[in-house]
């Protein structure tokens, strides 16, 4: 039987809802000091009304503390879908109230295509987008690549850390604790801002011979985007705005940086790259990395949509990667992308729904699922050849040895299928508005595995029902479903609970 919440469930969700909100408030100040510094006074007057609605919202539902400052895991799951909902509903107005953004539909769009980090956009005209509104989109990656609720849990102690950790889709803990696990997520974060900021700087200074101003500019907006695996860039030509593979190649190594999981950092600052490389996770990112690029890379040859090999290896090595990590950049135009059929479509589908690793920044089915799934397929076919009797060692290494049980197994597997029967039902949308059934699915696994990708669908004047179901997609795939699945029970209860 169903309970209904009383006074006290509300007042526990909207506490920890009013702490992320502050968060996001204090965020906020950023762009509004970039469009201060720079005169555009009206993303200014936005700014302001944005962070005064996050920090009156946050402000007022802090005051309404619980008796016991501490969530159940019911409670934290419906904090996490929640702020995942309305934090890009707030931080949709300073786009709604510029010229470039055709709706609130259409400026929420983008909002929540930046928190999740897919990096699909509806923006108009975004050439002339005004610098510090430009700084809002790509910090938006930022904070939902690093979890604004993991933020939160920076900041503010109090109990229910371990539920809102693990709503917002992070697997393992690197250290003891979910603070102090936080904390080095987010350090982490800074010191790849920082390095990345002077690499790509130089690059763009040097090679591209940008000024100091510009040559900044474009290496934190796409240092943002390439490490939080998101996808927005300043331009609407993506990365081929820049013409060098000298860029391309200091944007990839982001990019992977961004797919690893923070265990993977954490493993590699610590020193600890022998046992590393015997987990089942990354073995698997490695061998699905090498067979898709192998898949497009024939499949492009066999098109012969590039006479050279050097075209076709930089092309379609980028792409792959940028589709593998989650990240959504492009060196082609989205038509060029579209053209890609056959093989080439097929591995760079596949590339964007398995996605990166788990506790990372990537999205899509995550490696570490596909590798287990793999594993438990292989032991059931083990176990039905070897004699009867035969033990099956079903044990597998990720950062220490663990066992791979019939649950884990059926949970992991239940997780990829809701995959891709998200990915199907984006793709049975897109057919409904009549696109055909190759743009849609590589439409639809762009969404829901939060990648960024597109071949021409998603723009300004898009319908809005196909529109409202990437929403959906985007939020669906970033949660990793539990969250939202907890969210509608809740809603449930409420209707129906006793």
């Known amino acids: 039987m169903l309970l209904r919440p009383d006074v ?35 993303p200014f007057a936005s700014f302001l009304l944005m962070i005064g609605v996050y920090a009156v919202a946050g ?21 996490v879908a929640v702020t995942w909902l309305v934090v890009p509903a707030i931080g949709a107005i300073p786009f709604l109230l510029s010229d470039h953004w055709g709706g609130p539909l259409d400026a929420y769009f983008d909002a929540m295509s930046g928190l999740t980090t897919t990096g ?30 993991i933020a939160a849990l920076v900041l503010f102690a109090g109990g229910g850390a371990t539920t809102l950790y693990y709503g917002e889709a992070r697997d393992d803990l690197v250290l003891p604790s979910v603070r102090s696990t936080a904390r080095f997520i987010w350090s982490a974060a800074v010191v790849h801002l920082a390095v990345g900021l002077v690499v790509l700087g130089t690059i763009a200074w040097v090679v591209l011979g940008f000024d100091w101003k510009r040559s900044l500019f474009h290496a934190l907006m796409i240092l943002f985007a390439a490490f939080d695996t998101g ?15 000298v860029f391309e190649l200091g944007v990839a190594v982001f990019m992977l940086a961004g797919a690893l999981s923070f265990g993977v ?49 930089r092309q379609g090595f980028f792409q792959i990667l940028s589709a593998h990590s989650g990240t959504g950049f492009s060196t082609v135009p989205a038509a060029e992308l579209a053209r890609w059929g056959g093989l080439a479509f ?30 438990a397929i292989t032991d059931e076919i083990r176990a039905v050849l070897l004699p009867h009797g035969a033990v099956v060692d079903r044990t597998y290494f990720q950062y220490r040895p663990r066992r791979l049980t019939d649950g884990l197994a059926a949970t992991v597997m239940s997780s990829s299928l809701l ?16 696109y ?31 529109q409202i179901v990437y929403l959906l997609q985007m939020w669906l795939g970033r949660l990793e479903f539990v969250a939202v699945f907890a969210f509608a029970g809740f809603l449930w209860s409420i209707v129906a609970g006793r």
Do not use: C
Not at 10 to 31: H, K
Not at 232 to 241: G, H, M, N, V
């Open 265 to 313: 950092h954490f493993a590699l600052w610590r020193g600890n790259r022998r046992e590393l490389f015997r987990n089942l996770e990354l073995r698997t990112i490695i061998a699905t990395f090498v067979v898709t690029m192998t898949i497009t890379m024939i499949g492009l040859a066999a098109y012969g949509v590039y006479g050279e090999l050097t075209g076709l290896t």
């Open 419 to 434: 995959y891709v029967a998200l990915y199907l039902v984006g793709a049975g949308a897109g057919i409904a508005y009549g």
């Open 8 to 42: 006290d469930d509300f007042r526990a969700i909207a506490f920890y809802l009013g702490r992320i909100f502050l968060v996001v408030a204090f965020a906020g100040v950023l762009p509004l000091l970039w469009a201060s510094l720079g005169r555009e006074w009206g």
């Open 436 to 466: 055909p059934l190759e743009a849609a699915l590589f439409e639809s696994i762009s969404a829901g595995a939060n990648v960024g990708l597109s071949v021409g669908i998603t723009g300004a004047g898009m319908p809005v029902g196909l």
């Open 231 to 245: 996808g927005f860039s300043p331009q609407s030509t993506s990365i081929a705005y820049y013409h060098s593979a």
């Open 59 to 79: 402000t007022a539902m802090i005051r309404v503390a619980p008796r016991e400052q501490r969530l159940d895991w019911g409670h934290g799951m419906v904090v």
């Open 120 to 149: 699909l956009s509806v923006v108009q005209d975004l050439d002339h987008l005004a610098p510090s509104l430009n700084f809002w989109r790509h910090l938006l990656h930022f904070l939902g690549g690093q979890g604004i609720v």
């Open 346 to 375: 097929g591995g760079m589908a596949l590339a964007m729904a398995l996605g990166g690793m788990s506790s990372s920044t990537a999205g899509g089915v995550k490696a570490l699922r596909v590798g287990l799934t793999i594993r």
